[in-house]
């Protein structure tokens, strides 16, 4: 099956800088790569995706990049702010499309 | 309002004891899951199911069986609860597998003493 692995545990960033955050997958029939926001106490909160027929997606401060040559996609999160600071989750579905998700990242946004 | 519901949010039991876990969603979604989250680990697949009484085996399945008799509702049964089964469990749904990022509910967190 597929296997998801996020490089990032931790980052910490001032608020006003980027966050980067890596993952690879390993499955090539993965079709679509969401992220979830994860607050304290709280469910993932579904904040973008990508699908495999681009390679580049933006919604307001969040941008994707996928790279399937490499098997790797990115959450960028630019001009951050405190409210940023959360745990992020990948993930990618695999061909059997039973989604595998990334340990996660926590970020924190210093003011 | 799209939404997935999870019953009880919290839920305190003995080892020994069996355990129910509902999910509800409103959305006449045909694919729903049942992930459990540990410290460290992520998020684990433990059953998917892709409509009433279509279910299929995740990652981890053993200790777990599951009920779909509603597009609806998606129930997770821990017979005979572990101590180890102790973890914080989601529910999610989403359109066929592939096509839309699973919808997530707040989650139920087991404590299996």
């Known amino acids: 099956g597929e296997k998801v692995e996020q490089h990032e545990s931790t980052l910490s960033v001032r608020e006003g800088d980027s966050a980067v955050i890596n993952c690879t997958y390993t499955d090539t029939a993965s079709s679509y790569f969401p992220w979830y926001k994860q607050e304290a106490g709280k469910g993932l909160h579904f904040v973008i995706d990508?699908?495999?027929?681009?390679d580049r997606k933006q919604s307001q401060r969040l941008i994707v990049l996928l790279d399937k040559k490499a098997k790797r996609f990115s959450l960028h999160i630019t001009a951050t702010q405190p409210e940023d600071s959360a745990i992020y989750f990948c993930?990618?579905?695999?061909?059997?499309?039973?989604?595998?998700f990334g340990k996660g990242t926590s970020l924190v946004v210093h003011p | 309002d799209m939404k997935v519901t999870q019953m009880p949010r919290y839920l305190i039991k003995r080892m020994g004891e069996n355990v129910l876990l509902e999910c509800g969603q409103d959305m006449s979604h045909e694919t729903m899951y049942w992930y459990r989250q540990d410290p460290g680990l992520g998020l684990q697949l433990i059953y998917i199911s892709y409509d009433v009484d279509s279910n299929s085996e995740g990652d981890i399945p053993k200790g777990y069986r599951v009920s779909r008799k509603k597009r609806e509702h998606f129930s997770l049964i821990l017979d005979s609860a572990k101590t180890n089964q102790t973890s914080v469990y989601f529910c999610?749904?989403?359109?066929?597998?592939?096509?839309?990022?699973?919808?997530f509910g707040e989650g139920t967190r087991l404590s299996v003493l």
């Open positions: 999610a749904s989403s359109l066929p597998p592939g096509n839309q990022a699973p919808l």
């Open positions: 993930a990618a579905p695999g061909g059997n499309y039973k989604p595998t």
């Open positions: 990508i699908r495999s027929n681009v």
